[in-house]
Nanobody, 125 residues
Framework: QVQLVESGGGLVQAGGSLRLSCAAS????????MGWFRQAPGKERDFVGG???????VYTDSVRGRFTISRDNAKNTVYLQMNITKPEDTAVYYC???????????????????WGQGTQVTVSS
């Protein structure tokens, strides 16, 4: 059974940086697409960005140029580097994995099979 555990969330001032980590266990995910989603209070869970097995990245417009996703296959871990943060980035951030190998990055929740428990990110103004 695949388990994903996010860490690194917390409180940051607007304009600051934060790095989230998503550590996977139970199976090596180096051949799988990984995604980051976020959910603000009272809103739906939205796609933030993702990384394919080959390292290609996709981002939603609101974070492109500010956020960077990377992966360390040796550690079975994916990262979300958040720079130039804004109050509207405040949300619970979730890591997700596609169980199918060699898959492209999906931008909807239906494209992912495994989910972490989420980590809270709060950006103060």
């Amino acid at each position: 059974q695949v388990q994903l555990v996010e860490s690194g969330g917390g409180l940051v001032q607007a304009g600051g940086s934060l790095r989230l980590s998503c550590a996977a266990s139970g199976r090596a995910l180096s051949s799988n697409a990984m995604g980051w989603f976020r959910q603000a209070p009272g809103k739906e869970r939205d796609f933030v960005g993702g990384i394919s097995w080959s390292g290609n990245t996709v981002y939603t417009d609101s974070v492109r140029g500010r956020f960077t996703i990377s992966r360390d296959n040796a550690k079975n871990t994916v990262y979300l580097q958040m720079n130039i943060t804004k109050p509207e980035d405040t949300a619970v951030y979730y890591c997700a994995a596609n169980r199918r190998v060699w898959s492209a990055v999906g931008t909807s929740m239906s494209g992912y099979d495994y989910w972490g428990q989420g980590t809270q990110v709060t950006v103060s103004s």
